[in-house]
C-alpha cells in the first residue's frame, strides 16, 4: 500500500515555520489545508514520524501537520540541558498551533514524550482538540515511575548505554550510533541510521550538546512536568486510541494500560516495538478509511465508567484497515458501524 503513495503529491509547502504562544516551531504540512486537522507532536523532533505514514493520512482526505518541539529540529532552541519552559507550556504550543492552523478542534497525536505532550495538551485545553491518539508513551514523566508501573526494561537499557556515545558533531558516527540502537529494539537499522543522519542534516549547528539534544531528546531529562497528569486522566472525554508494541522494553505494556482510565481504545501493532516503524504501519494504514469516532456516550456504555483493562475493552477495539483507521479519521462524533450487529468491526488480538 505505502509504495504506491506518493509522498511529494500530499505535502502542502514542504517544510516552514509558525510563530505561535512566544515562540518558533518547525512545522511539516501533508494533504489539503482544508481538510480536518492531524496535529502530530514530534517525539521530539518531527521526524518521529515518518514520511510515509504522514503521506498515508493525508490521502485519506485529511490535512497532516507534524511539527519539533522546541530545542529541536527548527523550533526555537535555546538551552536544550537547562529549559526555562514546563511540559504545560509545550502543552500549550500544541493547542495554540492547532488553533493557528485550523479553527476546528484538531485530532493530536503524540509518541513517546510527545506523548506526553499529547496528554497535557487534551487535559488543559479541551477545547482545542477532538480525538486523540497516543503512541509508545507512559501516563507518568521522565524519571523514577510510580510503584504500581513498570521502569523501562533494566536489561535492554544496560546494554544501549554499554554503547559509547558516538562524536555528535560526526553525522556518519551519529548514524551508526542510532542504527546499533535500533538493531538492539529490534527495529530498522537502515531506517534508523537515515533518520537519525537526516535529524543531524536539520539540526541548527553542529554543536554537540544541541546535536545530542536533537538526537537523545534529552530535554525532557531537565524539563520540569509537575504537576502529575495521571490521576487527571479520567477527565479526557474526547474519542482516544493508544497503540503500542506488545513488549516495548521502554515504556512496557503494563504500563501503557493504565492509559485505559481515559476509557480508551487499545490495540498494539507489533511484537517489539518502540518507534513507529514502517513495520509497524505499512500493513495496516490505511488508504481511504470510512470510521468515525464514537462520541463518549457510546464509548462509556461500550467500555463501563471503571475503565478497567479487560474483557469489556478487549471487545470494544476498533478499526478498519488497522490501528491508523482512529487516526485518520475527522472524529466527528459518529460511528460507522462494520458488523452484522451493527458493531464497529473487532481488532484480533
Request: aromatic fraction near 6%; charge should be neutral; charged fraction near 25%.
Amino acid at each position: 500500500m505505502a509504495d504506491a503513495i506518493d509522498k511529494g503529491k500530499y505535502m502542502t509547502d514542504m517544510r516552514t515555520t509558525v510563530d505561535t504562544n512566544g515562540v518558533t516551531l518547525g512545522i511539516e504540512q501533508f494533504g489539503d489545508p482544508a481538510a480536518p486537522l492531524i496535529l502530530i507532536v514530534g517525539g521530539t523532533t518531527m521526524l518521529s514520524w515518518p514520511d510515509e505514514l504522514c503521506a498515508v493520512l493525508a490521502s485519506g482526505g485529511r490535512h497532516v501537520v507534524r511539527y519539533d518541539l522546541r530545542d529541536s529540529g527548527a523550533s526555537t532552541t535555546a538551552q536544550p540541558a537547562a529549559p526555562s519552559y514546563t511540559l504545560r507550556d509545550l502543552a500549550a504550543d500544541a493547542a495554540a498551533l492547532a488553533h493557528e492552523l485550523d479553527s476546528r478542534p484538531a485530532h493530536l497525536a503524540g509518541i513517546g514524550v510527545g506523548g506526553m505532550v499529547a496528554q497535557v495538551a487534551a487535559l488543559d485545553h479541551p477545547s482545542a482538540f477532538q480525538a486523540l491518539t497516543l503512541v509508545g508513551t507512559r501516563p507518568v514523566a521522565p524519571g523514577p515511575v510510580d510503584e504500581d508501573l513498570p521502569d523501562h526494561d533494566a536489561a535492554t537499557m544496560k546494554e544501549l548505554f554499554s554503547h559509547p556515545m558516538p562524536d555528535w558533531t560526526d553525522r556518519s558516527a551519529v548514524g551508526e550510533f542510532a542504527a546499533a540502537g535500533a538493531d538492539l529494539l529490534r527495529d530498522d537499522p537502515a531506517a534508523a541510521r537515515a533518520t537519525a543522519e537526516h535529524i543531524w542534516d536539520r539540526t541548527p549547528g553542529t554543536d554537540a550538546a544541541v546535536q545530542m539534544a536533537n538526537q537523545m531528546g534529552i530535554v525532557f531529562a531537565h524539563l520540569k512536568c509537575t504537576p502529575r497528569w495521571r490521576e487527571r486522566l479520567p477527565a479526557i472525554a474526547i474519542p482516544t486510541l493508544v497503540v503500542h508494541g506488545k513488549r516495548d522494553p521502554i515504556f512496557q505494556r503494563s504500563s501503557v494500560t493504565r492509559l485505559v482510565h481515559i476509557h480508551v481504545a487499545v490495540t498494539r501493532v507489533a511484537e517489539r516495538h518502540h518507534r513507529v516503524s514502517r513495520a509497524c504501519w505499512c500493513s495496516t494504514a490505511p488508504r481511504g478509511c470510512d470510521l468515525r469516532c464514537c462520541d463518549n456516550k457510546w464509548r462509556r456504555r461500550q467500555f463501563g465508567e471503571t475503565g478497567s483493562f479487560g474483557r469489556s475493552h478487549r471487545k470494544s477495539i476498533y478499526e478498519t484497515g488497522g490501528p491508523w483507521a482512529t487516526l485518520a479519521n475527522p472524529g466527528d462524533g459518529s460511528v460507522r458501524t462494520h458488523s452484522r450487529r451493527g458493531e464497529p468491526t473487532r481488532t484480533a488480538e
